[in-house]
């Protein structure tokens, strides 16, 4: 009788471990579920917020790439613009000096037919002008010339033959009377294409103050300096063409240059010239350099014709066989012609 409650309390503790069993495994699965959803929005934030940050990132580099197009444009568009604006700056200053001129001319004008002068007629002679008491308008002749001198315009430089281009504007300044201070600014008028860009980047570094400097400049930045100096080019000028070909060389290169002797020159278009036209030219001994291009053009002549009408060697023995034949068929035709009259 004693062990039936044993048996019961067995009995009742096997619910009680599947209970427990069941609470547990619900435990773990909400346990398990609730870290599964922690990890998933760990997860799902973190590949939010990288694609946010690869978004942003992306974001930024269209923007700069985008931002450097358009510095790029607009960099191209002042490039294009630039010479326009360039030559409408120095067609407004030539236009402004050209007012400053035609104001000046006008003023002229004016005084010479002022009130205050008055002419006076001696004996059908030409008028003299007297001016009028308390006033000193002295008449210039050279004035009017003056003037109609500077209405000249200067010669262009866009960077190419820098010495062609100072000789000219040394020119031009002497004709128009310029002042040291007048052919600093004649120049940077006359300026345009790179010319112009480079006295702007000169002109920021310092102040060019002087014709000379400005020369100097002007043939440091833009005279060739692989072929050597104009004196070296025009001692090692050679013909490579025809003789006016030769002699055009020969003067773009010794027009700049100063105190070459005309023995110097002489020697110099001699050496140059073809060794064919050299020899006989040197027969020739011309006296100066003008008479030494004369010959060499005549010598020049000489020999293209010679050559070009120079007959073949088969042609002279064709031509000496026809000569033959024909001085003996003239002998033939005379011989027979006796004969006959013989008969």
Known sequence: MPKKPAEKSQSESIPEEEALKSTMQSVQESILESVTETVTNSVKRIIN????????QLHEQLQQQLQLILEAQEQSRKVQERPRNDHEQSRSVQEHMGEVFRRSDTRDASEEKSPGASRIF?????????????????????????????????????????DGW?????????????????????????FSGDALLWYQFENKKRAILSWEEMKRLVLRHFRDTRAGSLYD??????????VIEFKRQFIRLLAPLENVSPEIQLS?????????????LRV????????????????EEELNATTHYRPKVSELIIGREL????????RTTLSKGCVLGRD
């Open 166 to 190: 100072i000789m000219q504007a040394e020119r031009f300044f002497a004709c128009c009377h310029y002042s040291k201070e007048e052919k600093v600014e004649a120049a940077f008028i006359s």
């Open 49 to 56: 917020d990288s694609v946010s940050e690869m978004s942003r």
């Open 122 to 162: 001696n004996s059908g002679r030409n008028p003299i002008t007297v001016d009028a008491p308390m006033e000193r308008n002295y008449y210039n002749p050279h004035h009017r010339n003056d003037q109609r001198l500077r209405k000249l315009k200067m010669p262009t430089f866009e960077g190419e033959n820098p």
């Open 323 to 330: 000569s033959i034949k024909r001085s003996l068929l003239e």
């Open 284 to 299: 020739q001994r011309p006296r100066n350099i003008d008479e030494a291009m004369e010959i060499a053009q005549d010598i």
């Open 268 to 280: 110099t278009f001699i050496n140059g010239l073809r060794p064919t036209v050299r020899a006989k």
């Open 233 to 242: 080019q025009f001692v090692a000028v050679r013909q490579e063409g025809t």
